[in-house]
């Protein structure tokens, strides 16, 4: 079974910064592409920012030039720095991994539990 762990959220003041980390453990055999998402309340659930296993990024505009997201593929860890934080910017973010678990099995989507992220003053 696998399990995505997130980890840095909190409370911040707008302009500040914060990391926020996702490890995926467990029975893994490749994980292919990793991502963030966020839903704020009476929201849909949006792409905050996505990278592949060789590196390629992708980024929601709203975010663009103040996220930056990473991995460690040794890890099997996604990072996602968050720069410039705005009020708007307040949601539970979720990171997610397209991975099989051996290598006869499909592809499946796993997603965390959620991290909150507050944005206020």
């Known amino acids: 079974q696998v399990q995505l762990v997130e980890s840095g959220g909190g409370l911040v003041q707008p302009g500040g910064s914060l990391r926020l980390s996702c490890a995926a453990s467990g029975s893994i055999f490749s994980i292919n592409d990793m991502g963030w998402y966020r839903q704020a309340p009476g929201k849909q659930r949006e792409l905050v920012a996505a990278?592949?296993?060789?590196?390629?990024?992708n980024y929601a505009d709203s975010v663009k030039g103040r996220f930056a997201i990473s991995r460690d593929n040794a890890k099997n860890t996604v990072y996602l720095q968050m720069n410039s934080l705005k009020p708007e910017d307040t949601a539970v973010y979720y990171c997610?991994?397209?991975?099989?678990?051996?290598?006869?099995?499909?592809?499946?989507?796993?997603w965390g539990q959620g991290t909150q992220v507050t944005v206020s003053s």
């Open positions: 990278i592949t296993n060789g590196g390629s990024t």
């Open positions: 997610n991994a397209e991975l099989s678990e051996t290598l006869a099995s499909s592809l499946q989507i796993s």
